[in-house]
């Protein structure tokens, strides 16, 4: 690995999001906050200290896949950092942990929070809040992939190490190109969202920033009660069906906006997901209904969909305190809390593609046991599935739960109850926000232990960069071959021979 080289490219990053630290101004401006000074102190830490790795180390010629993982992970780290400052230096959030662990949630797309009165903190700090996630949802590596050509030679490893699910979108032949056109989906769908929002009677600023929240299936709402503050099926509906949207692959908008309409249909992933959350839908109504949760049909199904779609898309958002629906209804948005959205999506998870794949091996195992000398390929929209993949899907799997066990051990072991310790590890771990119990969607994370906000904020990181890219750099062989990092002045001191 090449230590100075992503250690130059960590400079670039902090410079660029030193430039979004400065669009939370114009709103403190607005509402006279008092946060001008902090953004503009914080901007120029980041700036001067992105500068400074830029001046020191020198750029990288060509990306390995090993340098892409440390880029990603250490960049994601550098990012959760540099954006937990407004938090800290405001005195808004009790402590540097705390900052950091909102920070992370932000960027990552969790949606936890350690906030208990979230209407206490200023509006520009909220806003920077709400733009974390919109950020962290199509992820800054991709966005400097967009707007940054320094970063284009190798950047398909960073656009693997990054992306989520088995297999990538490669839109066009160059890098960069195709990260343009995933962040102008993106961008295009923030705007229709924020468009529609205000025709449902929503201020700029609190469109603005529920859009941002929304399409990056995000879910950090400026309100304690989230999307239950407005009390508008209008918005609920609009806020459902932008994060249905945000958990499909954003490849397959970009084709349906060309003109391909078809394309949603014609994927087998699509389908299981279209198909899980309506199946999900109706047996939360149904147990609600049983229950005696709601009166009305109506009403059972309102709240039914909001939370199954907000739970499936890893949004986070709620209208309802889902902690004391039945038993049985828990139990399918726990499901769900597994699951996720479509691989290439802004949703957290495990994603839907990987169970899709697993379930097709499984069945191919099961007819090799009845037929043995049957040759049996796994298909995937008619394409053949390579061996690799579903090794890595496998792979996957077994990482998935011996992380979840650890974490859930060492959270537990803390003191803190299973109900609790096992949920905030899947909220976190899976990028969704709310558990259950003490962090349930009417409460927060302020009363974890210390020790276990830091377990909990490594488990959002490892999720949304899927597992792999975070655990290889834990592992002592990675580093083995890591190189010196060499700074310009130490080269330009070497003796000629």
Same mark, same amino acid.
């Given at each position: 690995?090449?230590?100075?080289?992503?250690?130059?490219?960590?400079? *670039?990053?902090?410079?660029?999001?030193?430039?979004?630290?400065?669009?939370?101004?114009?709103?403190?401006?607005?509402?006279?906050?008092?946060?001008?000074?902090?953004?503009?102190?914080?901007?120029?830490?980041?700036?001067?200290?992105?500068? #400074?790795?830029?001046?020191?180390?020198?750029?990288?010629?060509?990306?390995?896949?090993?340098?892409?993982?440390?880029?990603?992970?250490?960049?994601?780290?550098?990012? =959760?950092?540099?954006?937990?400052?407004?938090?800290?230096?405001?005195?808004?959030?009790?402590?540097?942990?705390?900052?950091?662990?909102?920070?992370?949630?932000?960027?990552?797309?969790?949606?936890?929070?350690?906030?208990?009165?979230?209407?206490?903190?200023?509006?520009?700090?909220?806003?920077?809040?709400?733009?974390?996630?919109?950020?962290?949802?199509?992820?800054?590596?991709?966005?400097?992939?967009?707007?940054?050509?320094?970063?284009?030679?190798?950047?398909?490893?960073?656009?693997?190490?990054?992306?989520?699910?088995? $297999?990538?979108?490669?839109?066009?032949?160059?890098?960069?190109?195709?990260?343009?056109?995933?962040?102008?989906?993106?961008?295009?769908?923030?705007?229709?969202?924020?468009?529609?929002?205000?025709?449902?009677?929503?201020?700029?600023?609190?469109?603005? $920033?529920?859009?941002?929240?929304?399409?990056?299936?995000?879910?950090?709402?400026? @309100?304690?009660?989230?999307?239950?503050?407005?009390?508008?099926? @209008?918005?609920?509906?609009? +806020?459902?069906?932008?994060?249905?949207?945000?958990?499909?692959?954003?490849? !397959?908008?970009?084709?349906? #906006?060309?003109? *391909?309409?078809?394309?949603?249909?014609?994927?087998?992933?699509?389908?299981?997901?279209?198909?899980?959350?309506?199946?999900?839908?109706?047996?939360?109504?149904?147990? /609600?209904?049983?229950?005696?949760?709601?009166?009305?049909?109506?009403?059972?199904?309102? @709240?039914?969909?909001?939370?199954?779609?907000?739970?499936?898309?890893?949004?986070?958002?709620?209208?309802?305190?889902?902690?004391?629906?039945?038993?049985?209804?828990?139990?399918?948005?726990?499901?769900? !809390?597994?699951?996720?959205?479509?691989?290439?999506?802004?949703?957290?998870?495990?994603?839907?593609?990987?169970?899709?794949?697993?379930? *097709?091996? +499984?069945?191919?195992?099961?007819?090799?046991?009845?037929?043995?000398?049957?040759?049996?390929?796994?298909? #995937?929209?008619?394409?053949?599935?390579?061996?690799?993949? !579903?090794?890595?899907?496998?792979?996957?799997?077994?990482?998935?739960?011996?992380?979840?066990?650890?974490?859930?051990?060492?959270?537990? =072991?803390?003191?803190?109850?299973? &109900?609790?310790?096992?949920?905030?590890?899947?909220?976190?771990? /899976?990028?969704?926000?709310?558990?259950?119990?003490?962090?349930?969607?009417?409460?927060?994370?302020?009363? !974890?232990?210390?020790?276990?906000? &830091?377990?909990?904020?490594?488990?959002?990181?490892?999720?949304?960069?899927?597992?792999?890219?975070?655990?290889? #750099?834990?592992?002592?062989?990675?580093?083995?071959?890591?190189?010196?990092?060499?700074?310009?002045?130490?080269?330009?001191? *070497?003796?000629?021979?």
């Amino acid at each position: 690995m090449h230590t100075g080289g992503v250690l130059n490219i960590l400079g *670039k990053l902090l410079l660029l999001i030193s430039l979004f630290l400065l669009t939370p101004i114009p709103v403190s401006a607005y509402y006279d906050d008092g946060m001008i000074n902090i953004f503009v102190l914080c901007a120029a830490i980041g700036a001067g200290t992105g500068a #400074l790795l830029i001046a020191l180390f020198r750029p990288l010629r060509e990306l390995s896949l090993r340098d892409g993982f440390a880029v990603v992970v250490i960049c994601w780290l550098g990012m =959760a950092l540099l954006g937990s400052l407004p938090y800290h230096l405001s005195h808004q959030v009790p402590s540097f942990i705390d900052a950091l662990f909102e920070s992370m949630s932000g960027f990552t797309t969790t949606g936890s929070t350690i906030l208990t009165d979230i209407e206490a903190l200023t509006p520009s700090l909220l806003f920077w809040r709400a733009t974390t996630q919109w950020l962290g949802g199509m992820g800054i590596i991709v966005l400097s992939l967009a707007i940054l050509p320094l970063l284009g030679i190798g950047g398909m490893q960073l656009f693997q190490a990054e992306m989520t699910g088995p $297999t990538k979108d490669r839109l066009t032949p160059r890098i960069q190109d195709t990260a343009r056109i995933l962040w102008s989906v993106y961008v295009f769908f923030t705007l229709v969202l924020i468009a529609l929002l205000m025709l449902g009677g929503l201020s700029f600023y609190d469109a603005t $920033t529920h859009a941002f929240c929304t399409i990056s299936t995000a879910g950090f709402s400026p @309100y304690n009660d989230s999307v239950a503050h407005f009390n508008s099926l @209008y918005v609920e509906t609009v +806020v459902i069906i932008f994060m249905f949207i945000g958990g499909i692959n954003f490849a !397959m908008h970009h084709h349906v #906006l060309r003109g *391909k309409l078809r394309t949603y249909w014609q994927s087998e992933e699509f389908r299981l997901y279209l198909g899980l959350a309506a199946g999900a839908i109706l047996l939360v109504t149904i147990f /609600n209904l049983q229950a005696g949760t709601y009166a009305t049909e109506a009403g059972s199904l309102r @709240y039914a969909s909001f939370q199954v779609i907000s739970i499936l898309t890893t949004s986070g958002f709620s209208t309802a305190d889902f902690a004391l629906w039945p038993s049985a209804s828990q139990l399918v948005l726990v499901g769900l !809390m597994l699951v996720g959205g479509m691989a290439g999506s802004t949703a957290g998870s495990i994603k839907t593609v990987r169970f899709l794949l697993f379930f *097709k091996y +499984v069945r191919l195992q099961l007819r090799s046991l009845i037929h043995p000398q049957t040759v049996s390929i796994i298909k #995937l929209n008619r394409i053949r599935v390579p061996r690799e993949v !579903m090794t890595a899907v496998l792979g996957f799997f077994a990482l998935y739960f011996m992380l979840f066990l650890i974490a859930t051990l060492v959270v537990t =072991a803390l003191g803190v109850d299973l &109900v609790t310790g096992t949920t905030a590890v899947i909220a976190t771990l /899976n990028n969704i926000g709310p558990g259950l119990h003490l962090v349930g969607p009417n409460l927060s994370f302020a009363q !974890m232990p210390e020790t276990a906000k &830091v377990i909990l904020t490594f488990c959002m990181l490892a999720g949304r960069l899927e597992l792999y890219t975070v655990i290889v #750099l834990l592992t002592p062989a990675f580093w083995r071959t890591a190189r010196r990092p060499e700074t310009r002045l130490s080269r330009r001191a *070497k003796p000629t021979s």
